[in-house]
């Protein structure tokens, strides 16, 4: 029977790009991961950033236990998406787009960090976006 028979599409080379995207998702988790544990274990650690005359102070383990719950979830959905699941590609959308917020945030900052994992999360979002349903014939 022909594909036009079966109703089944064949996966195309761009099938890579939601590899790709699983792929980039579990590698940032893991760095995520390391980043709060990292802040976890440095006790009494803390930022002081000043801007006009004012003084902020960023609490570290707060920090760190926000970047372990992170990169535990996108090691996760990284996983996910291999089998092809729907939810996983929605939720893993949803947290690239947290993740690029937050790279707006500091922008300021880290300007060329910010710059390179923005363009990251924008290549993420349009492999999963344009060619993730075609991480179903990977599974």
């Given at each position: 029977m022909s594909e036009m028979q079966t109703g089944e599409a064949r996966p195309t080379g761009w099938v890579g790009w939601g590899a790709f995207a699983a792929i980039m998702l579990i590698v940032a988790g893991g760095f995520d991961l390391l980043y709060g544990f990292i802040a976890l274990f440095m006790q009494d650690s803390a930022y002081f950033v000043t801007s006009?005359?004012?003084?902020?102070?960023?609490d570290v383990q707060g920090w760190g236990w926000w970047h372990v719950i992170s990169g535990a979830l996108l090691i996760l959905i990284g996983a996910f998406l291999f089998s092809g699941a729907t939810w996983a590609r929605v939720i893993a959308v949803i947290l690239v787009i947290v993740n690029a917020l937050g790279q707006l945030a500091?922008?300021?900052?880290?300007?060329?960090w910010s710059l390179i994992v923005l363009t990251l999360d924008i290549l993420v979002i349009y492999a999963l976006t344009v060619h993730g349903k075609e991480l179903e014939h990977l599974g």
């Open positions: 006009q005359g004012g003084l902020f102070l960023f500091l922008l300021p900052v880290q300007p060329w």
